[in-house]
């Protein structure tokens, strides 16, 4: 169950599909991003997922997150992510649009009532 709870997460988000996003997940979701060890994005609730989610989707013009591999425990379910994605955007003091960025990272998903309350991103 929840390993079709996080692949439908991540087909919903390679289709820019926020609300296919949103559908399994809880209405208390605390979303991290954490890169180099730092948390540079955090979001509490399905309404600041929502918003930052709908935002995120005109970076690219195109993503994906391929899932090399996944671990199922009783809580959690960890994915190893390869993520690739082109530019529709330049971003500040970095890559311009139409550039592609590749890179590989790990999310892991936490649960409660049957739906996924935390996404931990890592890279």
Do not use: W
């Not at 988000?13 to 994005?41: C, P, Q, R, T």
């Not at 509490?44 to 690219?60: D, P, T, Y």
């Not at 690739?84 to 936490?110: N, Y």
């Amino acid at each position: 169950m929840k390993k079709e709870l996080v692949t439908q997460y991540i087909q919903a988000y390679n289709n820019f599909d926020v609300e296919g996003m949103l559908a399994n997940l809880h209405d208390e979701i605390v979303f991290k991003n954490v890169s180099a060890g730092e948390v540079n994005l955090q979001l509490l609730g399905l309404s600041a997922f929502k918003a930052q989610a709908e935002q995120a989707k005109s970076f690219f013009s195109q993503r994906e997150q391929k899932i090399t591999s996944l671990e199922e425990s009783a809580d959690k379910v960890e994915v190893n992510i390869a993520y690739s994605g082109v530019l529709a955007v330049d971003l500040p003091d970095g890559p311009q649009a139409g550039e592609r960025l590749e890179m590989e990272g790990k999310s892991i998903f936490g649960f409660r009532d049957g739906k996924i309350i935390s996404i931990e991103d890592i890279s």
